[in-house]
Nanobody, 125 residues
Framework: QVQLVEAGGGLAQAGGSLRLSCAAS????????MGWFRQAPGKEREFVGT????????LYADSVKGRFTISRDNAKNFVYLQMDSLEPTDTAIYYC??????????????????WGQGTQVTVSS
């Protein structure tokens, strides 16, 4: 059973930065495809970005491309989401997700089997 725990959320001003982390346990981390999603109040959960096993490939939603960066440390079992140039529209609960085994980089939430509890990110204007 994969367990995911996010941290690093909080309050930031527009134009500022935050770094989210997600600690994984219960599985060989280097064999997990990892993703980040977010859900704003009254909206559906949406894809933010994803990273391959090795970290060599990433894919981002158009809304965050060029501002957010996903990375992973397979030795420490962590995945990170560096968020720069934050905008009020980035306000949401951010979720870390894991998909075991090989496969393409997935943008659909249904492709991920395990989820963290979420961490709140609030960006003020």
């Amino acid at each position: 059973q994969v367990q995911l725990v996010e941290a690093g959320g909080g309050l930031a001003q527009a134009g500022g930065s935050l770094r989210l982390s997600c600690a994984a346990s219960g599985y060989t981390f280097s064999m997990l495809r990892m993703g980040w999603f977010r859900q704003a109040p009254g909206k559906e959960r949406e894809f933010v970005g994803t990273i391959s096993w090795t970290g060599g490939s990433t894919l981002y939603a158009d809304s965050v491309k060029g501002r957010f960066t996903i990375s992973r440390d397979n030795a420490k079992n962590f995945v990170y989401l560096q968020m720069d140039s934050l905008e009020p529209t980035d306000t949401a609960i951010y979720y870390c997700a894991a998909a075991p085994g090989p496969g393409v980089l997935a943008t659909r939430s249904q492709s991920y089997e395990y989820w963290g509890q979420g961490t709140q990110v609030t960006v003020s204007s």
